[in-house]
């Protein structure tokens, strides 16, 4: 009978045991690499980043066909989305004076600016065109129905919110194309019976896109608008592990 | 004799199979990593290729032409040219979100779920309702910009002559029919209801003095379109045995909107030259409105 006798290690197992076996290491990574069931559930369970899935899903939902990752990008633009929109908060002051200069000056001088502007405003398409992609990819494998009508709602407001977000971030280079839009876009709220004509009153600040408007697109843009899609999307996430996971035939 | 109530439960969730599980480490972690990545990348590179559009400076007195709102609006700034403001800009996209948000709680069967195209006739559905949807908003749109009967004249030489101008479009049965001039405002309420005339949104109708013509181009025919052709479709394949259940005719109702709104978007994107003028891609132009420059027409 061979047995297998114990090899000397060799330079590479010692590097790999200096880097990661280490009192520094171990201090921010509580345990090694899980590379047993019992472990690779625990670290999904216990990681604060990985704690909102669950620890096990049914086999036909890693099947890459049945969700195309729709809900997931969506939010993973969405963070992206923050990552940039902090970078350009840097540089960007929302008054009429400074908004289009401040966007040149990304644009040209500021290292990576017209990369992080680009970055920011494809992602935005992206994210608006994955959300609605997301909704349709749940509408035709039925994942609407119950136990998850109030999540289907829930995606509904977040579809609205999506819209709303990049709508208000629109107005924020205060060129031609950001001003005419958003006046078109306004006049469409301004039409709406009863309400309309308050509504784009309080939306612009006054009765035409102005430095007002500028102002409350961009509160609305950075922090209104974000924190509320937030709630709603923790609402979002939580429900699809509460209602049963992801919809499978019964 | 008293009935008892019995609350209808609502779904509870499925009991777990667990022997068919699989870990979400490594197996769904891992292509959450790699979808990541293929999007980053892919953006990135897309950045590093395409830069965001930055135009002149905002100018309160330059009007570009055409003006259009950000690009996933303008199937809503396309509406508006074919019906009243209120209706296309507000009514209609918030009577159907409440609509599309009520799916479930119409269709509550638990059947059929978690499944592609999970009914009998769904992949037919699903083809012929967007194809319905696609080609008749395509046609409306023409039919309303006046090009039906522009090319049945250009092309065919079939003229309707004065008789039948009012087929037009759809403002011509406004202006081209003999309307009696009563008809222009009709009382109909003794006091002042300003609910669609709020300020500046100049509906054609108000509660006390009806325009009836502008009331039924601007109202009425659009949503007789608009409530009637899906209805019609639905009913045409719950007739013809393709609709057997609720899922079946929201299957018919989602993917009709889904074409509707398709063509709707890339009609005000690309169809849309100076003045909403209906034109090709390639003839679209855009005057940035800066006195003296203005092409010649």
Redesign the interface.
């Known amino acids: 009978m061979a047995v297998e006798s114990p090899t000397k290690p060799t330079i590479a197992d010692k590097i790999y045991d200096k880097m990661f076996h280490n009192y520094v290491w171990k201090s921010i990574f509580r345990t090694g690499y899980p590379n047993t069931p019992r472990n690779q559930m625990l670290v999904v369970a216990t990681n604060v980043f990985l704690h909102l899935h669950p620890t096990r899903i049914h086999r036909t939902h890693v099947k890459i066909t049945h969700t195309y990752c729709l809900g997931g990008l969506s939010f993973f633009m969405f963070l992206g989305l923050t990552v940039t929109g902090i970078l350009l908060m840097f540089y960007y002051v929302p008054s009429v004076e400074r908004a289009y200069l401040d966007i040149q000056n990304i644009t040209t001088t500021v290292q990576f600016g017209q990369l992080m502007r680009n970055m920011h405003r494809w992602m935005a398409h992206a994210m608006v065109i994955l959300v609605f992609m997301h909704m349709m990819r749940v509408f035709y494998t039925g994942a609407y129905k119950p136990p998850r009508e109030f999540n289907w709602v829930v995606g509904v407001i977040l579809l609205v919110l999506t819209f709303l977000l990049s709508f208000t971030g629109y107005l924020l280079p205060w060129d031609q194309l950001a001003f005419w839009a958003i006046t078109v876009g306004t006049n469409i709220a301004g039409s709406a019976p009863v309400l309309g004509p308050k509504t784009r009153f309080w939306l612009l600040g006054g009765f035409e896109v102005g430095p007002d408007s500028l102002i409350r697109f961009y509160t609305l843009h950075v922090i209104g608008l974000p924190l509320l899609a937030a709630i709603f999307m923790a609402v979002h996430f939580w429900r699809i592990r509460r209602d049963g996971g992801l919809a499978r035939p019964l | 004799m008293a009935t008892a109530v019995v609350a209808r439960p609502?779904?509870?969730?499925?009991a777990?199979?667990?022997d068919?599980?699989?870990?979400?480490?490594?197996?769904?972690?891992f292509?959450?990593f790699i979808?990541?990545l293929v999007?980053?990348i892919t953006?990135?590179f897309?950045?590093?290729v395409?830069?965001?559009?930055?135009?002149?400076?905002?100018?309160?007195d330059?009007?570009?032409n055409p003006?259009?709102?950000?690009w996933?609006?303008l199937n809503?700034?396309e509406l508006?040219l074919h019906m009243n403001?209120?209706m296309?800009?507000?009514?209609i996209p918030t009577v159907w979100?409440i609509i599309?948000?009520a799916?479930?709680?119409f269709?509550?069967?638990?059947?059929?779920?978690?499944?592609?195209?999970?009914t009998e006739g769904?992949v037919k559905i699903?083809i012929v309702a967007g194809a319905i949807g696609f080609f008749g908003t395509w046609l409306l749109i023409l039919w309303d910009s006046g090009k039906i009967a522009f090319f049945l004249n250009d092309w065919f030489g079939i003229t309707g002559g004065d008789t039948f101008r009012f087929l037009e479009n759809v403002r011509s049965m406004q202006s081209q029919l003999p309307w009696p001039e009563w008809s222009k405002s009709i009382t109909y309420l003794p006091f002042n209801l300003r609910?669609?005339d709020?300020?500046?949104?100049g509906?054609p109708t108000t509660f006390q003095h009806l325009d009836f013509p502008g009331w039924l181009v601007e109202q009425a025919i659009p949503i007789a379109v608009l409530v009637g052709l899906p209805t019609l479709m639905i009913y045409g394949m719950w007739r013809a045995g393709w609709v057997m259940n609720r899922?079946d005719a929201?299957?018919a109702l989602?993917s009709g909107f889904?074409a509707a709104y398709g063509v709707l978007t890339l009609t005000g994107t690309a169809f849309r030259g100076q003045g909403q003028e209906l034109v090709f891609p390639w003839e679209l132009k855009v005057s940035?409105g800066i006195p003296g420059q203005e092409p010649g027409h």
Do not use: C, H
Not at chain 2, 10 to 14: G, K, L, M, S, Y
Not at chain 2, 20 to 29: A, Q
Not at chain 2, 50 to 60: E, G, K, T, Y
Not at chain 2, 88 to 91: V, W
């Open positions: 609502v779904a509870r969730p499925q777990r199979a667990r068919e599980e699989v870990l979400v480490w490594p197996d769904l972690v292509i959450e979808a990541a999007f980053t953006l990135f897309l950045s590093v395409v830069n965001a559009p930055l135009l002149d400076q905002a100018n309160a330059v009007t570009p003006s259009k709102a950000p996933y609006l809503l700034q508006l403001a209120a296309a800009g507000i009514i979100l599309m948000g799916f479930p709680y269709d509550r069967d638990t059947e059929g779920q978690g499944a592609w195209f999970n769904a699903t609910l669609l709020g300020t500046g949104s509906g899922r929201l299957l989602f889904v940035e």
